[in-house]
């Protein structure tokens, strides 16, 4: 398993990790988002409801390298489309993974790093 999608289960057991379009349209609602997450082969109406959510809720979205069969196992769930953290350091630490195993996640991770104020580690400098 890699290293990402290994962090969302301990996001999970920390309590940090919200499923579920109810959960996750909760948590923007509330300000309480900080990372929301559709899952690689989400419908069109939920990709567009993330995107809506993250502007609503003024976190950032990115779209996960994972289908929702591969989310849902991980969190013994028959599937999971959508998801949030609603931990700003865990979002953070999250995207770095992303970025880490694909360069294309880098710009999440830069949005995560300017919104919660952090400066670049040595290992990006």
């Not at 069109?44 to 993250?54: D, G, H, R, V, Y």
């Not at 991980?74 to 195993?101: S, Y």
């Amino acid at each position: 398993m890699d290293k990402a999608l290994n962090f969302l289960g301990i996001c999970k057991k920390a309590g940090k990790l919200l499923t579920g379009e109810d959960g996750v349209s909760g948590a923007a609602r509330t300000g309480e988002a900080a990372l929301i997450m559709p899952a690689s082969d989400t419908a069109s109406n939920t990709t567009k409801k993330a995107l809506n959510l993250s502007e609503w809720g003024r976190a950032p979205h990115v779209r996960l390298p994972w289908d929702k069969d591969t989310l849902g196992e991980l969190l013994d769930k028959r599937v999971c489309a959508i998801l949030a953290l609603t931990d700003k350091g865990m979002a953070l630490a999250f995207a770095e993974k992303l970025a880490a195993q694909d360069p294309a996640y880098a710009q999440t991770e830069e949005a995560l790093r300017a919104a919660s104020g952090r400066k670049w580690r040595k290992a990006h400098d």
